[in-house]
């Protein structure tokens, strides 16, 4: 297959969705397909505005590039990660004679974004600007118009159904994997009591209960740390927690390579990740794999877990419910060490060379499907 794919976000190895698309990319190309893949810096509009309108900018922009690009060269298939391909596939959809199926790869699906940061804005205490529109109504024209849609997780899949987006057949779930240096490691499970945390410092991962809960069970707990990392390098814990705890908080603002995340893990007992929204929830599977204890919502890969078998799956969003689930393990090591043990053994099985296979076949039959119709 001759696959056209843009991206709306950076193709950035050491970041979570830029990480995801090199890997399918690099897994296709490896099985003889041509992928030509472009990242956001080739059709950016405006370059002054930086991050201004940078939606709008964006859908605009994807369309002229993509325009660009089949008037020097045919494709089988073309791929969109990013909802701001709504304009593009609005255009080339109404072209019926086209061969090439247009396909929605979610990284996750920005109207249930949307649906779960304004259910839970009054947890975050963080409320949208009067000019950060809601977008949904146009973001689900690439949903409804595409040829098919892939997501993540389950969790994003049954979001697509009930909206009624495509059909069961064209709502295809191919769940993230794992580098192979995370795959199989030797754990030491027994470990000192250490809570972490990993992520941008955003209201959408519920920091605001984060910074709650931790300090709770950091004055309850006198011997408890507290790691804090990829919040950025402008955060200092002194800026986000009371002064009697900081001494007992360690950050480290980026981590660019898997070897020291792998480091930094292992170093972790307990992982908190109180997530208001994820699609997936890369964090959640590294710290598995690396045989932390992970505390977190019924979100994304989460929300197909057992909980307090596989994960402890927190029983609300916002505090207390993350200090409760949280300070459970913290009591009953037996219980921290079964869990610890099954998500490391849970999360074995998610490899990229079976994530591409499947992404294949599933690109192969909608391209037969769509020449079918001609």
């Not at 950035?12 to 397909?33: P, Y």
């Not at 859908?59 to 990660?81: C, N, T, W």
């Not at 011997?223 to 804090?228: M, P, Q, R, S, T």
Request: proline content about 3%; some cysteine; hydrophobic content about 40%.
């Amino acid at each position: 297959m001759r696959i056209l794919s843009i991206s709306n976000c950076p193709l950035v190895e050491w970041q979570g969705s830029g990480n995801v698309i090199l890997n399918f990319t690099r897994g296709l190309r490896k099985r003889g397909h041509e992928v030509d893949l472009f990242g956001p810096e080739n059709f950016r509009l405006i370059k002054a505005l930086e991050n201004r309108g940078k939606r709008y900018r964006q859908s605009v922009g994807m369309l002229l590039f993509v325009l660009r690009q089949l008037k020097s060269k045919d494709y089988d298939l073309i791929e969109f990660y990013g909802a701001e391909s709504w304009l593009a596939i609005s255009f080339l959809s109404m072209h019926k004679n086209r061969r090439y199926p247009l396909i929605v790869h979610s990284n996750g699906l920005e109207t249930h974004v949307e649906e779960a940061e304004k259910k839970h804005s009054g947890l975050s205490g963080e409320r949208k600007k009067w000019y950060q529109l809601d977008l949904g109504f146009l973001f689900e024209r690439a949903f409804r118009l595409c040829d098919g849609i892939v997501v993540v997780s389950e969790f994003d899949r049954g979001y697509a159904l009930s909206h009624r987006y495509k059909d069961q057949g064209h709502v295809v779930t191919i769940e993230n994997c794992l580098p192979e240096s995370f795959l199989g490691l030797p754990i030491e499970f027994n470990r000192r009591q250490v809570i972490g945390y990993c992520g941008s410092w955003i209201s959408r991962k519920d920091i605001k209960c984060l910074q709650e809960d931790a300090v709770r069970l950091l004055r309850e707990f006198p011997g408890l740390a507290f790691k804090i990392m990829g919040p950025g390098n402008d955060f200092k814990a002194g800026d986000h927690f009371p002064e009697d705890v900081c001494s007992r908080i360690e950050v480290t603002p980026v981590i660019k390579e898997k070897e020291d995340m792998i480091r930094a893990y292992r170093n972790i007992s307990i992982l908190l990740f109180p997530s208001i929204y994820e699609s997936f929830g890369l964090v959640t599977v590294e710290a598995m794999a690396c045989g932390c204890a992970v505390v977190t919502t019924k979100t994304g890969f989460a929300a197909g877990v057992e909980n307090r078998k596989e994960a402890m799956i927190m029983e609300g969003f916002g505090s207390p419910f993350l200090y409760n689930a949280a300070r459970e393990l913290l009591l009953d090591e037996a219980l921290r060490l079964r869990i610890a043990r099954a998500g490391y053994n849970l999360v074995q099985s998610l490899r990229w060379e079976q994530a591409v296979g499947r992404l294949e076949s599933t690109y192969q039959s909608w391209l037969k499907e769509r020449i079918q119709k001609e």
